[in-house]
């Protein structure tokens, strides 16, 4: 499994143009992690949602990332220091993806819990907040923002220590994993929605409610926030041939493109009171998009009542097109596709027929409760499960926020962090303390 470039590109992103409401710049640094796609693209529309011109919006952003596991934290690997020698690619951003690849999460699920679900030994963390610290030094952010929580207790006990506020994105409607940790000063863990649900799974004691909790919505990419008026739905179809009696379905398993045998039986559709446009998108899984472009579309026996579309990996423009477009989506449920699919109000049905990891099966039991969709456990349910959904109005969960767009709140977010902790005499001495001896430490090196 290649590593996506996209979060190469992050880092390239340029800066807010300096116009004259923008007179001050900040550094942003992203600690993100290639461990399936949900991280990058949740950066990608901070990113995105830090450019838009506002109030929320004060300062001109640098924007820089880095991939923690692979950048940074390498030599504390034990999948890379224990097979690495032998096979330079291994490490565990590769086992990952690989097992998520070839629908293996009992190999995650076991990873985790050797890891102590993130919480590493003394001396292990230690190591860890060394090779962390002077990658954080060498950037001197004025915001961390962490999208996701592998690492999570080091990285918060080092923003203490440095004195840098630090946004924690909640990708999931399972936001747990705060536990015994030591929480910044100047720290927002930032939820979807303020669903009961939600709200029991946040670990720690009232005042970390509500203190450092701030609900924003999903931090969806802007292209899923546009309007999709009937004309413009019916518009794609026209622009893809799909004709108007035929109901789209919409399967994909994550940027990785997850093997799934889900296409195969859909592709032999036989109900005739239904007919199906089934819109496949592999994503970076180039086996998988040309098995089934040479073995299941040419051999499709009802064509009349199935037509299949196949496509590799497409951009946040195309999956937000289909999205809108579909009446149902079948796939794994992380937590940013499950919230595009509640608010383009499309209804969702979770495959569960392997191991799923503990988040996932929160998702899908999320979108239950909101009757917005429906679990299959086995494959021989797919097609009574599908023909069920299709049947039910489209969803409209009131589960997010409502009263100003999500980019305003994440913005203004990132900007009252940085504020607040510029203005905190004890966080603002233990700022100015570390940029000391970044500056003394140049000057021996020069």
């Excluded at 979770?350 to 503990?358: F, K």
Aim: neutral net charge; contains cysteine; aromatic residues 8%.
């Amino acid at each position: 499994t290649t590593i996506p470039e996209r979060l190469n590109g992050l880092s390239k992103i340029e800066e807010i143009p300096n116009d004259i409401s923008r007179k001050e710049s900040k550094n942003v640094l992203f600690l993100n992690c290639t461990m399936g796609g949900s991280h990058v693209s949740a950066a990608d529309a901070l990113i995105k949602y830090s450019k838009k011109d506002g109030p929320e919006n004060p300062y001109r952003y640098h924007i820089r990332s880095l991939n923690v596991p692979l950048d940074v934290l390498l030599p504390c690997d034990i999948v890379h220091n224990t097979l690495g020698k032998v096979f330079s690619y291994m490490n565990t951003d590769w086992l990952f993806n690989k097992c998520m690849t070839l629908d293996h999460c009992e190999i995650i699920a076991f990873l985790r819990k050797l890891a102590g679900q993130g919480k590493a030994s003394a001396e292990s963390k230690n190591a860890q907040k060394a090779l962390l610290r002077e990658a954080i030094l060498k950037e001197n952010p004025d915001l961390l923002v962490m999208t996701y929580t592998w690492h999570a207790e080091p990285i918060c006990e080092l923003a203490q220590e440095l004195g840098i506020p630090i946004m924690r994105l909640g990708l999931d409607f399972d936001v747990s994993g705060f536990k015994d940790f030591v929480v910044p000063r100047h720290f927002k863990l930032v939820t979807f929605t303020d669903h009961p649900k939600t709200k029991a799974t946040i670990d720690g004691n009232p005042e970390f409610l509500t203190k450092h909790v701030e609900v924003a919505g999903p931090p969806l990419r802007p292209e899923f926030m546009e309007t999709y008026t009937p004309e413009r739905i019916q518009q794609i179809r026209q622009e893809r041939g799909i004709a108007d009696d035929e109901k789209v379905i919409f399967f994909a398993n994550g940027a990785l493109g997850i093997w799934s045998k889900v296409p195969e039986m859909i592709a032999a559709w036989k109900n005739p009171g239904c007919k199906i446009r089934l819109i496949v998108v592999c994503g970076r899984n180039i086996e998988f998009e040309k098995d089934l472009k040479v073995r299941v579309v040419p051999n499709i026996v009802n064509k009349e009542l199935i037509k299949v579309d196949i496509q590799g990996f497409t951009e946040a423009k195309g999956m937000a097109e289909l999205m809108h477009i579909a009446h149902l989506f079948i796939g794994k449920t992380g937590g940013p596709i499950s919230s595009e699919a509640l608010h383009c109000k499309t209804r969702f049905l979770s495959d569960e027929t392997g191991y799923r990891l503990e988040w996932e099966k929160f998702n899908t039991q999320m979108l239950i409760d909101l009757q917005s969709g429906d679990r299959m456990t086995k494959l021989n349910q797919l097609i009574d499960k599908i023909k069920e959904q299709l049947k039910l109005p489209k969803p409209d969960p009131k589960v997010f926020p409502t009263d100003e767009p999500y980019s305003v709140k994440y913005a203004r977010i990132m900007s009252t962090l940085i504020k607040e902790a510029e203005q905190d005499e004890e966080t603002h001495k233990k700022r100015a303390e570390w940029q000391k001896f970044t500056e003394q430490s140049k000057m021996i090196a020069v």
